[in-house]
């Protein structure tokens, strides 16, 4: 199929997949005499592990780590290995996250319960200077 036609079943723009193919995610693309591009159906399952895959985290470097050369040929283990750093990777930003929040919480409530008697700019020299 030609690349309008795979971006119409991608949902995806034929520039993203000229990009994906240029950052050696998309490997079992021919060239006609004409310089036109024919992708298989394997590039429809490529591309949308690969859409699946950005939205759930994972780098363009990290995709092409797990990528097969063809949608038939999935490494299991590596699949299970990358998939469990990410999932690891996610837990440390998440636990990272709420110290973030824990931490502007207590700036918020210093900065909301400012003493009458203190002007703001030293409250926040005050406050700011514990984040």
């Given at each position: ?24 995610l ?6 006609k ?5 024919i ?31 063809d949608?038939?040929?999935?490494e299991?283990d590596?699949l ?5 750093v ?7 930003l ?19 319960s400012?003493?009458s ?14 984040i």
């Amino acid at each position: 199929m030609k690349i309008g036609e795979l971006a119409s079943k991608c949902e995806l723009a034929p520039s993203a997949i000229r990009y994906y193919e240029s950052r050696g995610l998309l490997k079992s693309v021919t060239r006609k005499s004409n310089g036109y591009r024919i992708y298989t159906e394997d590039a429809v399952i490529l591309l949308k592990v690969i859409v699946n895959a950005k939205q759930a985290g994972f780098s363009l470097d990290e995709i092409k780590q797990i990528l097969p050369a063809d949608a038939s040929n999935w490494e299991h283990d590596k699949l299970v290995k990358v998939i469990n750093v990410k999932i690891k990777d996610i837990e440390n930003l998440q636990a990272q996250l709420r110290k973030n929040k824990s931490k502007l919480k207590e700036v918020l409530r210093a900065i909301e319960s400012k003493p009458s008697d203190m002007a703001c700019k030293d409250n926040a020299k005050k406050v700011l200077g514990k984040i």
